[in-house]
């Protein structure tokens, strides 16, 4: 919001940000079609609401003494403020009083005020002369649920790999090095399209070259297969490179080319053989997020023959490549709509992470809406753990067996012992699993483990022990794998070893599904460990939480299908707008036409000298409350230092992204660090923007 001088409204009125208001509107469950998207303006007043509203695509205005469509935008200027709740969406529920005054208006001024049932409306022409009021608006709070109960399935999304092309590379004078050990024969591929190029048997062998003249090379490539290597050993080996890497300023402008060799299923269900890249990949797209241009995946199919792709891939812009052929594909979610038949559980199911908060949400589903008779609920503390022991006799009481047993399901062994005391399961359902989020420079070996081990270790465990074709064995993720979040590098690369271990299991003729699940809404569960600053960047980045109701329901429709992974979400439109990640592009809204880019640029081109600085200042102050979630930049103090606001080292990295983004500059990932208080970063962005001119 922000203030506004507009004659007629009070001293104090600010502003609504409309522009997305009807993907807000969407997100909610309510869609309006092009004929009913008639609100141009909106301003608040404490609990008043003004806005503008004119007949932009309805037609037939003359049949009728007030346009449905214009009536309707006056109530909608009613519920922009709810927006914000998390009470649901309040609609019209009942009129009373309502009076024609002046027939045929096609653009109206709407003033609405709270009174004891609801609301009262005034609707007033151009002139100020009255044309419809309404003595009171009684409004009522509807869940998504209720409202979108029919469209659970188009929050289903999957992964589709798109054609892209290629670029020529006859004239291509970029300055490319191998870095590290060559486990999947790149060197013979690079030989076969470049004249030379420089191989360094680590990153202390590169950083001795340039200490000793050597040019900075534009792209380095590194083998990130290693059929030997476990999985968190080539997570961690992976971790430290990315962390070496961006440490380095030399290398700043220089690219890092990971490739591997059957990490990712770009062409259906293709054998994964590489789970341990596929670790690197979960990983690498957080740090591509956070260190936006400074690294690049390439998955490729014939490693010998793969020299021109590599250096197409190097050459498109795209992020995240296969190689499948010879040709490019880039990665895309799209939405899924999975068949109409329901899906059934029957038999012995068991859960891993039983009675954590998600566990006991699923066990009661598949109890109730299953009519699952045998449960196995799987934990550390098993029947101690706390709520355990009143699940056990609520299900019971519905006519279910439930055993609560307490197993490290992280230890084979144990994990096999507990399973060898029970009926073969038809069912495997592994929710566990943990969080330690920070931005990827902060992450630790340990803090890596902490979270690769509740969920890979368990999943390949049970991979090991249910050789059954006909057992369902379902895996709990996490979209992070596939689009890479800010702040969870550990744990995107722990899903995303679950995504590729669906897939291996599917081309092994075994049963195999990965949920890439959003956010759940939880009290207990790992959303609870999220801060205020975490929800906020989750709902910025697309996504918004999925209820109860919501989550189970497209729990079903996924288990319906016949895909190895499936991302269950419940997406938020009005965020996916700008700069948003590569693989979310399909998802987002087309942008208005005719619009260009709101940059720090355009605003100081209209601006005379003296006002500039102000500019560049309330620009950073607007880009900090968008990432801390304020409303407003007079919620940021010019002088008062970030971390004292509460933005996190990943809140930095946003907020460097965007000021990056704003101003076309590039800035380091330390930005912010080094000019801790707006006015700071403002002088210095100034000065930028000043030398980048002259």
């Known amino acids: 919001m922000s203030s506004t001088k507009r004659p007629g409204l009070p001293e104090g009125a600010r502003q609504v940000d409309i522009e997305h208001i009807y993907d807000r509107l969407a997100d909610r469950g309510l869609r309006y079609g092009p004929a009913f998207r008639n609100l141009r303006s909106v301003w608040s007043h404490g609990e008043e609401v003004y806005a503008e509203a004119g007949l932009e695509n309805a037609t037939g205005g003359d049949d009728y003494l007030l346009h449905p469509a214009l009536f309707d935008a006056a109530l909608q200027a009613a519920l922009v403020p709810g927006l914000d709740s998390e009470g649901g969406t309040f609609l019209p529920f009942a009129l009373r009083g309502i009076r024609l005054h002046r027939a045929g208006a096609s653009a109206v001024d709407v003033h609405t005020v709270p009174n004891e049932e609801g609301i009262s409306l005034a609707l007033t022409g151009g002139d100020g002369e009255p044309v419809v009021t309404v003595g009171t608006l009684v409004r009522r709070a509807v869940s998504a649920d209720q409202l979108d109960a029919a469209a659970q399935r188009t929050r289903l999304l999957r992964v589709v790999w798109k054609s892209v092309e290629q670029q020529s590379v006859t004239a291509d004078h970029t300055h490319w090095a191998l870095l590290g050990t060559d486990h999947i024969g790149l060197t013979g591929a690079l030989k076969s399209v470049r004249r030379s190029f420089d191989s360094y048997s680590s990153l202390a062998a590169l950083d001795a070259a340039l200490r000793d003249g050597a040019p900075v090379p534009d792209v380095v490539v590194v083998s990130c297969t290693d059929q030997d290597s476990p999985v968190r050993s080539a997570a961690q080996r992976a971790l430290m ?102 899906a059934g559980l029957t038999g012995t199911v068991v859960i891993t992470g039983g009675t954590g908060a998600l566990g006991r949400l699923l066990a009661r589903h598949l109890v109730t809406r299953h009519g699952v008779q045998h449960l196995v609920l799987l934990s550390r503390r098993g029947p101690d753990a706390p709520g355990a022991a009143d699940l056990s006799t609520e299900l019971t009481g519905l ?131 999220l801060s205020a600053a975490d929800l906020n960047r989750i709902k910025r980045s697309g996504f918004a939480p999925l209820g109860h109701e919501q989550g189970l329901a497209l729990f079903d429709a996924a288990l319906a299908g016949d895909e190895s992974v499936l991302a269950p979400v419940r997406l938020n439109e009005a965020a996916l707008t700008g700069n948003v990640p590569p693989v979310l592009a399909d998802l987002a809204p087309a942008a208005p036409a005719g619009k260009s880019a709101d940059t720090l640029h355009l605003r100081l081109a209209d601006l005379p000298e003296a006002e500039r600085d102000g500019a560049v200042l309330e620009f950073v102050r607007e880009s900090a409350a968008a990432v801390l979630g304020y409303d407003s930049s007079d919620d940021i103090d010019a002088d008062r230092e970030f971390n004292a606001v509460g933005l996190d080292s990943i809140g930095n990295l946003e907020l460097s992204r965007r000021l990056a983004a704003g101003t076309g500059l590039q800035l380091p990932a330390t930005v912010v660090f080094d000019h801790p208080t707006p006015a700071d970063l403002a002088s210095h962005l100034r000065r930028l923007l000043q030398e980048s001119a002259s």
Not at 436 to 454: C, F, K, N, Y
């Open 241 to 342: 490179l990315v962390q070496e890497w961006t440490a380095d300023e030399r290398l700043a402008g220089a690219r890092l080319l990971l490739v591997s060799n059957g990490a990712v299923a770009a062409r259906g269900h293709e054998d994964l053989s590489d789970l341990p890249g596929a670790a690197v990949w979960g990983l690498v797209r957080s740090a591509q997020s956070e260190h936006p241009g400074r690294f690049v995946l390439v998955d490729v199919d014939d490693p010998d023959d793969s020299g021109r792709a590599l250096v197409a891939a190097a050459a498109s812009g795209e992020p995240q490549l296969a190689v499948r052929h010879g040709a490019l594909f880039r990665p895309r979610l799209v939405r899924h709509a999975p068949p109409s038949r329901r």
């Open 399 to 529: 006519g279910a067996r439930v055993d609560v047993v307490a197993c490290d399901v992280t230890d084979r062994s144990a994990l096999e012992d507990a399973l060898a005391d029970l009926p073969a399961p038809s069912a495997v359902i592994h929710t566990a699993g943990r969080l330690s989020d920070g931005a990827v420079d902060t992450l630790t070996p340990h803090r890596l483990d902490q979270v690769l081990s509740p969920k890979v270790d368990t999943a390949l465990h049970l991979h090991d022990l249910i050789q059954d074709p006909d057992c369902e064995f379902v895996m709990f993720s996490s979209v992070a794998g596939l689009v890479g979040n800010s702040g969870q590098a550990n744990y995107a690369a722990a899903n995303s070893v679950l995504d590729a271990l669906a897939h291996r299991r599917r081309s092994l003729g075994l049963r195999g599904l990965s949920l890439a699940w959003g956010l759940w809404e939880s009290e207990g569960g790992m959303g609870s460990e």
